[in-house]
């Protein structure tokens, strides 16, 4: 196959599918040659980031996806992407593993922000409790000069159950629960915008866009970014030319 980018997924496998449903629907095709070149890996067997981000006693997920990358690697990807914010605790090290670019989710995330609501100084955040516990997140925004909130004791919760027990859990997304959650950030915390910190959120978003909130849709908007990077890439720019205005200064590997 020429010319094609990696997908490292599987975490979880219905926010994966989300991902790829975007991607699909998006791109403008008048022919099945219309579509982008991708190969999906759906690595289910990923152990849970969470549990091992908040305690490294737990199976660690890095080996899992160190094997997905040099695999990609190999085959020759032009680019790859993973869309699950909490596997990004691992991203720096991921990147190293290849020489091809890795778009990192979270930090074009959050320069989109800064780019749609220049006058917002706080952004809300709802995401995985191991992407909270470490900061994945939090560190970027602050690095661009803005605030996190968190909301009180009464949002993990609930985005807890609509994250474990609705969606990876029964494959379900609980319409109401997202709109509260949501309303609570809003109305209670006083967020303007709210950044949707984990792919089953952004499922969410998908199934449930009647609200008059204003979210930050990582996933869908690294759709749009795979979306222009892989049709520049067809068109004969090169892979690393094409990712470079979404390719951001990378921190310190964490140790595995």
Request: charged letters at 25%; proline letters at 5%; a negative charge.
């Amino acid at each position: 196959m020429k010319h094609f980018f990696s997908i490292i997924g599987g975490m979880g496998t219905i926010a994966t599918e989300s991902y790829v449903r975007l991607i699909n629907h998006r791109v403008k095709i008048a022919r099945d040659q219309d579509y982008l070149n991708y190969i999906l890996v759906n690595d289910a067997q990923v152990p849970d980031r969470t549990a091992y981000i908040k305690d490294h006693s737990k199976p660690n997920f890095f080996y899992d996806l160190k094997d997905d990358v040099e695999g990609q690697d190999k085959l020759g990807t032009d680019f790859l992407v993973m869309p699950c914010n909490t596997a990004h605790y691992f991203y720096d090290d991921l990147a190293a593993l290849t020489d091809k670019p890795f778009l990192h989710m979270i930090r074009i995330a959050v320069h989109n922000f800064i780019d749609n609501y220049p006058d917002e100084k706080k952004i809300g955040l709802i995401a995985t409790e191991g992407s909270i516990y470490d900061h994945l997140y939090a560190d970027e925004i602050q690095k661009v000069g803005r605030t996190v909130e968190l909301g009180g004791p009464e949002i993990q919760p609930m985005v807890n159950e609509l994250i474990y027990s609705d969606i990876k859990e029964k494959g379900i997304v609980d319409h109401d629960l997202y709109h509260k959650i949501l309303k609570t950030m809003h109305d209670k915390y006083g967020c303007n915008v709210i950044l949707l910190g984990c792919t089953e959120l952004s499922l969410a978003q998908e199934k449930a866009p009647d609200h008059p909130y204003n979210v930050i849709d990582p996933q869908s908007i690294i759709a749009d970014v795979s979306i222009e990077v892989a049709l520049k890439i067809r068109h004969g720019m090169d892979p690393e030319e094409a990712c470079k205005k979404y390719m951001y200064k990378y921190k310190i590997p964490n140790q595995y």
